[in-house]
């Protein structure tokens, strides 16, 4: 009977001993599957938020005005200079005067409810990128008093709203 009981007992902790080892074997998997399809995640969150956050990493900010520009948050309305409209998407960013360097990004192209980028007397060098023209919301870029070169993109024909394009100049 002793022995019985004694493999009985063996076999269950054998049982539980297999069971744990399924479970952290799950666990594990689980873990190395949220860490390769996290980022992933993360980027396709808010499209917005991303965009925005590339647009920071791309600048050089001395006067840390894009600090509260968060790429954790759910999205961008609550980031300084950044508004948005009803919806929560950003229709607006006003970094006019903020001493920024660098270059813009295409990913700013992927702001579909952005009506004002307001950029004017800054330092941004470079082209503009051609994806601004998919902004068809858009109703005033400013850029004056950058050190921006070449042309205006072509797709800016496509920018049937567009009012006020760099030195306040009419659009047609």
């Known amino acids: 009977m002793t022995s019985y009981l ?4 063996s076999s269950r902790q054998f049982r539980r001993a297999i069971e744990r080892g399924i479970m952290e074997r799950e666990v594990n998997i689980s873990s190395v599957l949220l860490l390769v399809f996290l980022p992933i995640l ?15 990493t ?4 001395p ?3 894009l600090q509260s520009w968060d790429p954790t948050f759910a999205n961008p309305c609550t980031w300084f200079h950044v508004t948005c409209n009803l919806n929560n998407s950003v229709s607006r960013v006003d970094l006019a005067n903020a001493a920024l360097s660098g270059q813009l990004v295409p990913q700013l192209g992927l702001l579909k409810s952005l009506l004002y980028l307001e950029l ?8 503009i990128p051609f994806e601004l ?3 068809s919301s858009l109703v ?3 850029l004056y008093q950058n050190s921006l070169t070449g042309p205006i993109p072509d797709t800016f024909s496509r920018l049937s709203k567009l ?3 760099c030195e306040h100049l009419p659009f047609t």
């Open 163 to 165: 009012r006020i394009l």
């Open 120 to 127: 004017h007397h800054n330092n941004i060098s470079g082209q």
């Open 140 to 142: 005033s870029l400013d």
């Open 58 to 61: 791309n600048m050089e900010d």
């Open 42 to 56: 993360r980027i396709s969150a808010n499209v917005e938020v991303d965009a925005l956050y590339i647009f920071k």
């Open 63 to 65: 006067n840390n005005v």
């Open 133 to 135: 023209g998919s902004l």
């Open 6 to 9: 004694t493999s009985k007992t």
